[in-house]
Structure formats: C-alpha cells, structure tokens
C-alpha cells in the first residue's frame, strides 16, 4: 500500500499566468499492528493540468468533441489520460510532466516530488454557472507494474485577467442620465508587460537560470495585483436621475462602477428633490449569462441571471436613503469567450405613488396635537433599471481563504 498526497502550498485559487506548484508525497506507511512489511514498487507517475467545460444540453448546441474516444482506458493500459472519466470536454490541457519511473519505496519511507506549470493566460476562468461550467483540475497518475492507472484529481480555481477592459461608466439606461463623460483606460495584462532590464533588486545568480525565472512570475502576480488595485480605486460621482413617465423620483448617486470581488457596492439615493413620492425599492446585485447566439439551442432564448445580494427599504417620507452589497469573493468577474458571457450589474426596482400625496391629517380639538395616519389603500406604479458595472478578480490569496476546495488531496493505492 502506498499514500499519495498533493499539496497546493499557496492555496486553491491562481491567477492566469502565474506559476502552480503543488508538492506531490509518495509514502510506504509502517504500520504498528503489521507483523511484516515489504517494499513497495511504483513503475511510473506523472502530472498534468486540464480544463473541462461542461454545457447544459437544454440550453447549449456544441459540435462533436474527438476526445471522447479517450474516455474509456483499458485496464493494463500505461497511456496516462487525465480526463478519463470526467464529464464534457477537455477544452485545455499541458504537456503532461512525467515525475518518476521504477520508484521503490521501503517500509516507512517518503519521496517528495515537486510538479511546477505555468497556467495559460489564454483559457476561460473557473466558472460554475446555469449554462456551461469550466473547471480546472491537476490530475497525477500513478501505475503499479500490470495493475491498472489510479488518479489523484486536485481541483483549484484560476482567475482570468483580460489584456484590455473597458473602464468606463455604463451606458446612459431608460431612465436615468450619467453626469460625467465616459473614459476608456487601457487596462495591461500580464502576458504582454516587459519588466526593465533595471528592475531587479536582489542578486540573481547567473548559474540558476529557472530562478530568475520563478522571480518573474511572482513579480507578474505582484504587478496583476497592483493594477487590480489603481484600476478600482478610481472614485469619480456618478449621478443619476430616477424618474417614470409622471416625472421625477429621486437621484441616485454612486461613485465608481469597476470594482473588485470581495468589495462592497456602495450607493445612495436623494428622493427629496423628486416629484413623485417613492414608497419602496430594491436593489440586486446580479450575474447576466448568456450564451452566444451560434451556441444557443433555440433562437432568441432568454439570458440566466443569478442574484448575489439585495436589499430592499420601504423610503415613504424618506429624504435619504443609502445600500451596501457585497460582491463574494467566490463569485466569478466578468469574462467572455466564444460560448459564454458572463456580465455584472445592479438591479433597481421602484415603487412609486400614484397620487400626489401618500398620507392624510386627522386633526382633533384645538388643545390636541395633530395626528399623521397612512392610508389604508394607494394607487402604486412600478418601475425597474439597470445599471451594468465591471467586476474584475483580486487577490488569489483572498480569494483561498473562501474556497470551496482544499489544498491537500489524498489516494491510497
């Protein structure tokens, strides 16, 4: 019997683009009940990492994928196929990186090996939605001599930053109008920045050229992390105005609309100025997936929406109203690829009155106070808006601290 155990040393979570390690234990275990022991043989091992993208049938038309031949594997057979036994397609995948051959282990002996991959900066984000799933996974696979592949899956979530993003406020809804003008700011991935050739701080050894190597990539997580943080920190006000076919509601007033997962959604309404008593609201953070019109299995067929959080505020009599929802840090940023699209915003709901007054005076003697009563019954009308916002990934150490997957996987063969 030997135990196999991979350990992410950072976390589950990665940005594209960075370096995955993940430290791989290969143990012969000594058991104290055990009357005799002997060594055990491993004829081989190796490691790779793969994307598997799943779509919903009733929703997604995919062409035929070739690699579904590969799913069933013989029982002796020494091919190592990583996504054998999984669901849909293998849509990305590395050269497969071969850790060791004729491995003998004595009786309470461990063999460490290191498994080192940069992940490719062109492949979609993990995602778990309605429609389509795009899960990342390192599969080892280990043989014993004429016994069949066993493999050991650890999944981790990989964050996408996009080369260009469009930074920008939304675009002016029905009924609302942004004050300031809309900006573009060019947004530099990590696949296209050069460092300077002064940049390094450190001695670098010129014997040690994978060194200077993983420098590099720790630097690139470390410049994704800085842009992250200047691209959500720009504040500028953004007022709108909430009005209906009667006349004026209220402002609403927000002051950035590009932020990051694990931020909160801050915005204030005035309904002071309005014309129209506003009774009640809600306010929706939402995901809008939608599936590209090619891949869609009937034309014209509706976009998926999933809600984060809300909030809702009866605000009659209200001068000033404000909300907070936080966007999780296990959410997915916005993202596009050839099938799916996937796009963040807030969802407004109005109630407004349909009278020009939403209360009524009930006087008594003139030694009395004046009593304020709510009617019993209002004419109402209602209205919604929506305001698209940008969500862009953060840290991926942050991020591993709410993940759903653990850093340390475990087989016994």
Known sequence: MIEVLAKLGRGPVFLAGEVLECVITFTNPLSASSTSASSEMLAWASAQIHCQFHASENRVVLPPSDGSKHDVQAENETVFVPN????GQCILSTPPKILFCDLRLDPGESK???YCETLPVDGPPSFRGQSVKYVYKLTIGCQRVNSPIKL???????????GKAMLCPPARPSRAAPCPADTLTSFTGLKDYQFPQDEAVAPSNPFLEEEEGLKKDSRLADLATELLMVATSRRSLHLYNISNTRGKVGTFCIFKTVYKIGEDVIGTFNFSEGDIPCLQFSVSLQTEESIQEEFQRRRGQ????????RHQESCLHTAQSSFSLPIPLSSTPGFTTNIVSLKWRLHFEFVTSGESAGTCLVRGSQSEAVTWTGVEQMEVDTFSWDLPIKVLPTNPILASYV???????????
């Open 84 to 87: 054998r036994g999984e669901r």
């Open 112 to 114: 460490s090996y290191s």
């Open 152 to 162: 050991l899956r650890v999944p981790f979530r990989v964050l996408v930053l996009h």
């Open 302 to 309: 509706p976009v998926s929406f999933t809600v984060h959080a």
């Open 403 to 413: 993940s759903q997957f653990s850093s340390t996987n475990s087989i016994t063969i």
